[in-house]
């Protein structure tokens, strides 16, 4: 089975720009979460989607928002892009069973560099 | 949110050399999983452990839920074990990670 994938890998934006990332979770899985990791917060949890709808969000401006589509693929997208939004943006999938947190699976990353 | 320590942040370690990374958690979980992030930034899964032992190969994981802690044991340690592990908690819909231990295995 794929395992969940992320596109594009890598990216350079300018500040003031805006930027959209893709996420593909593993096949049967419902849920989507996105996280951001940079090397001053660590890894930060900002926002979960199932079923085109946003269950949770993380601690961040509404600069950073998502959806998600009924194939369960994802996309976030930041607006108006800021140096410190340069980071590396971890997508990760998870059956729904509505039990909680089930296990999550990582894709490999879009690393985002804006100058 | 959860607070999550883990320790130590750095390791370096000769090959061959075992190790023990502990996570700590500040309130009461009922999952709990290890990750290994590669140089490529990858998250990938070692364990998922809510309580009790766990051994995959080299490595091994034990989780007290009641004391609030889990131990990562990676024995045997070769290079490609390099990199930065990280314990994850969850809280209501998302995981909290801990700080990371890097890792090293020099040859």
């Known amino acids: 089975k794929a395992g969940v994938t992320q596109t594009p890998r890598y990216l350079i934006k300018t500040r003031g720009q805006q930027v959209t990332l893709s996420c593909s979770p593993i096949s049967g899985h419902r849920s989507v979460s996105w996280y951001q990791q940079t090397p001053g917060q660590g890894l930060q949890f900002l926002f979960e989607?199932?079923?085109?709808?946003?269950?949770n969000k993380g601690n961040f401006p509404g600069r950073f928002s998502g959806r998600q589509f009924s194939n369960s693929r994802s996309e976030m997208n930041v607006s108006t892009l800021e140096l410190g939004d340069s980071a590396l943006y971890l997508c990760?999938?998870?059956?729904?069973?509505?039990?909680?947190?089930?296990?999550?699976?990582f894709g490999p990353g879009t690393r985002l560099l804006v100058l | 949110g959860i607070q999550v320590e883990q320790s130590p942040p750095d390791l370096i370690l000769q090959e061959g050399a075992n190790s023990t990374l502990r996570c700590n958690f500040s309130d009461s979980v009922n999952n709990l999983q290890w990750f290994h992030q590669n140089p490529w930034g990858q998250l990938i899964n070692l364990f998922y452990?809510?309580?009790g032992t766990k051994q995959n190969g080299r490595l091994s994981a034990t989780t007290v839920a009641t004391e609030r802690y889990s131990l990562l044991y990676i024995s045997s340690s070769q290079t490609t074990d390099s990199g930065v592990y990280f314990c994850?908690?969850?809280?209501?819909?998302?995981?909290?990670f801990g700080t990371g231990t890097r890792l090293t295995v020099i040859p």
């Open positions: 989607y199932f079923s085109e709808t946003q269950r």
């Open positions: 990760a999938s998870s059956l729904f069973r509505g039990q909680g947190i089930e296990t999550q699976y």
């Open positions: 452990i809510p309580s």
């Open positions: 994850a908690v969850p809280g209501a819909n998302n995981l909290f």
